[in-house]
């Protein structure tokens, strides 16, 4: 069936550094991409999202971009903040129903750890 | 902002209760979902809501029953749960099925 890989599981970097998270999906008629960051405890919170017709997306110190021939798309947050630590996870749409309701399919997430 | 609001916040419940999460938001969004998530997991579909039909079920068991009243509120009843269906159930809007989803805080549910 259709996935969505990401990787790393973990990344540690230090306050400042650039983190880069990757994610590969597997339907070719995915269209739509959104990043959540999850804190400890709390609810996901969309920071970032992608369409299909868009190579890259900037906002602020955050950065998607997407690679459609090979399936992939990646987040970029430079001048990382330890705020910025949190469980980050990718997403991808499949169509049902003839596209008439997308459901999303998420990675298995980034655990990012920002040291001051 | 957005904000769609959940309650309980936590909900301890025995295998023969019967219990209801509820979901609420007032943004005019047409499309609710339900979610699972254990821990360390990424959310798991269980249902989704277009123009308050049912257009979704992730071949969720039974014991788990979704409603929508109306286009601001979504419900989900819980009978007969087991010690594995303890989790964080999340629901979620938009705008309609194809717009970016919007999470609320989320209900923890524990099975005795």
């Known amino acids: 069936g259709e996935n969505v890989e990401q990787h790393p599981s973990t990344l540690s970097v230090q306050e400042g550094d650039s983190a880069v998270i990757k994610c590969t999906y597997s339907d070719s008629a995915s269209n739509y991409f959104p990043w959540y960051k999850q804190e400890l405890g709390k609810r996901p919170q969309l920071i970032i999202d992608i369409r299909s017709n868009v190579g890259e997306k900037k906002d602020q110190r955050i950065a998607v971009t997407l690679n459609k021939t090979a399936k992939h798309f990646s987040l970029h947050i430079t001048e990382t903040q330890p705020e910025d630590s949190a469980v980050y996870f990718c997403a991808a749409t499949i169509s049902n129903y003839g596209g008439a309701t997308n459901k999303l399919i998420f990675g298995t997430g980034t655990l990012l750890a920002v040291q001051p | 902002d957005t904000e769609v609001t959940q309650t309980p916040k936590h909900l301890v419940m025995g295998m023969t209760n019967k219990k209801s999460l509820k979901c609420e938001q007032h943004m005019g969004h047409r499309a609710m979902y339900w979610y699972k998530q254990k821990a360390k997991k990424p959310p798991e579909l269980m249902f989704v809501y277009s123009y308050e039909k049912l257009s979704i079920n992730e071949s969720v068991p039974s014991r788990f029953s979704p409603e929508c009243p109306n286009s601001s509120l979504l419900n989900l009843h819980l009978h007969a749960l087991q010690p594995e269906d303890s989790a964080l159930y999340l629901c979620?809007?938009?705008?309609?099925?194809?717009?970016?989803?919007?999470f609320g805080d989320g209900t923890r549910l524990s099975i005795l």
């Open positions: 979620a809007s938009s705008q309609d099925p194809h717009q970016p989803q919007h």
